[in-house]
């Protein structure tokens, strides 16, 4: 089983920045590709950036030149920088991975979601 937890969420004022962590653990070989997404109030789950692990990252035109995704493979780790915060960044963040492991006796890939963190930027 794989465990995914995100922390560093809080309340900023616009123009501020806050820095996501998301941690992996458990039955893993290998990440594949880590992603944030968000989810405002009413609004559908939406992707804010990923990184594969080979390969260019990806960024949702909200938010690019403002945030940036980074990875530590060897803590099995994604952070997500986020500068020069808006209203409209409010949302609670999910992590994604997706994951290689073992899963009874089975080489088996797919993705998990962490319990997500909220992120609330005031005017």
């Known amino acids: 089983q794989v465990q995914v937890v995100e922390s560093g969420g809080g309340l900023v004022q616009a123009g501020g920045s806050l820095r996501l962590s998301c941690a992996a653990s458990g039955s893993i070989i290998r990440i594949n590709t880590m992603g944030w997404y968000r989810q405002a109030p009413g609004k559908q789950r939406e992707l804010v950036a990923a990184m594969p692990s080979g390969g260019s990252t990806t960024y949702a035109d909200s938010v690019k030149g403002r945030f940036t995704i980074s990875r530590d493979n060897d803590k099995n780790t994604a952070y997500l920088q986020m500068n020069s915060l808006k209203p409209e960044d409010t949302a609670v963040y999910f992590c994604?991975?997706?994951?290689?492991?073992?899963?009874?006796?089975?080489?088996?890939?797919?993705?998990?979601w962490g319990q997500g963190t909220q992120v609330t930027v005031s005017s």
């Open positions: 994604n991975a997706d994951c290689t492991g073992l899963v009874r006796g089975k080489l088996t890939t797919r993705a998990y």
